[in-house]
């Protein structure tokens, strides 16, 4: 609440913040270096999967976790893989209890993905390959399609 100029207390609206980001789990392979630094034939087949957990910590904090896992080419061929379990501790105020875990699930690891990103992409550059730009995730369809499988 605050004091409005009247004296009256105004109430505030819902809030979202973000207290920390932080890496929780990272790895790189390049187990084929050097040989698979050279020019290839054809372009790598690369899959990546996502995914996202969240952890209460308090009645008003959540530990957000995204995982991003991918990996370019196949054995014995792979050029690399990555795994990145990449975290924030978020504080949500004044959000109604059935918008809680929605807004934990899809804004809080859209705030993270970004970062998640470029340290993806600036692994597999000082891998020595090209940097590897994921495609925007819409994470309310992930929502759905995890509440669906529930």
Known sequence: MTDA?????????????????????????????????????KAPDISISVNVNATPLS??????????EGRAGEAPDLLFGFELAYSGIFR????????????VMIECPRLLFPFA??????????GGFPPLFIDPIDFAALYRQRVQQA
């Not at 009645?59 to 976790?65: K, N, S």
């Not at 990103?117 to 000082?126: F, G, K, P, S, T």
Request: avoid cysteine.
């Open 5 to 41: 100029p009247n004296g009256a207390h105004q109430e505030q609206g819902p809030t979202l913040n973000a207290l920390a980001q932080y890496i929780k789990d990272f790895s790189f392979e390049n187990p084929n270096a050097p040989r698979s630094l050279g020019p290839q034939t």
């Open 59 to 68: 009645e008003t904090d959540f530990e957000v976790e995204l995982t991003l």
């Open 92 to 103: 949500l105020t004044g959000v109604p209890q059935e918008s809680l875990h929605p807004i």
């Open 117 to 126: 990103r470029q340290i993806v992409a600036d692994a597999v550059r000082n």
